[in-house]
């Protein structure tokens, strides 16, 4: 199965800074990764898709781009309510899966 | 606006079998793959499965040998078997929408079910 790895595990950075998670992929997925935002209690809310299209809704500062398997998550000036974890997900090939995820924290 | 609504036992017995099924309504329930995840509590994303409306499966092999998606296209509903759940089955599970025509990234959730296997 493919392996997806994120890095950092935790990020701590302070509201008005800019963010930056990794996501790499242990073959090639095409573009086919998503990004989802998760906070307590909730259910993942879906971000990015193809690895740089913003789902309905989502603000402009969330932009996804890639680079062969590696893909990245910026959000530029994060705001309170972007705290949370982040986990990244290919569907190129079955079973689908998730990274581990990163933990946007305040600092 | 599409809206996802599950329902299910939230404890089973180990060897057991969990049952899960979700509601859907709103959009269009035959274009799209129908997607459970689960979420041990603390941990990370874990895809079971998804559906289309015919009943054409996929199943994450580390789980397919106790693992049954079903669907009801009359009733816009499908569901989740687990049989054989021991303490490492006791998670969240979500329903989801997957993919247009395939599996794909999944957009709208249900609420979630907490399923816990104890005795």
């Known amino acids: 199965e493919i392996v997806l790895t994120q890095s950092p595990a935790t990020l701590s950075l302070s509201p008005g800074e800019s963010a930056t998670l990794s996501c790499r992929a242990s073959?090639?997925?095409?573009?086919?990764l998503a990004w989802y935002q998760q906070k307590p209690g909730q259910a993942p809310r879906l971000l990015i898709y193809?690895?740089?299209n913003r789902a309905t809704g989502i603000p402009a500062r969330f932009r996804g781009s890639w680079s062969g398997t590696d893909f990245t998550l910026t959000i530029s000036s994060l705001e309170p309510e972007d705290f949370a974890v982040y986990y990244c997900?290919?569907?190129?090939?079955?079973?689908?899966?998730f990274g581990g995820g990163t933990k946007v924290e305040i600092k | 606006q599409v809206q996802l609504q599950q329902w299910g036992a939230g404890l089973v017995k180990p060897s057991g079998t969990l049952s899960l099924t979700c509601s859907v309504s709103?959009?269009?329930?035959?274009?799209?793959?129908w997607t459970w995840i689960r979420q041990p509590p603390g941990k990370g994303l874990e895809w079971i499965g998804d559906?289309?409306?015919?009943?054409?499966?996929n199943y994450n092999p580390a789980l397919k040998s106790r693992v049954t998606i079903s669907v009801d296209a009359s009733k816009n509903h499908f569901s989740v078997n687990l049989s054989s759940v021991t303490a490492a089955d006791t998670a969240v599970y979500y329903c989801?929408?997957?993919?247009?025509?395939?599996?794909?990234?999944?957009?709208?959730w249900g609420q979630g079910t907490l399923v816990t296997v104890s005795s």
């Open positions: 989801a929408r997957g993919g247009y025509a395939g599996s794909g990234s999944p957009d709208y």
């Open positions: 709103g959009g269009s329930f035959r274009h799209y793959f």
């Open positions: 559906i289309d409306h015919s009943g054409s499966a």
């Open positions: 073959q090639s997925i095409s573009n086919y």
């Open positions: 193809d690895a740089f």
């Open positions: 997900q290919q569907r190129s090939d079955w079973p689908l899966t």
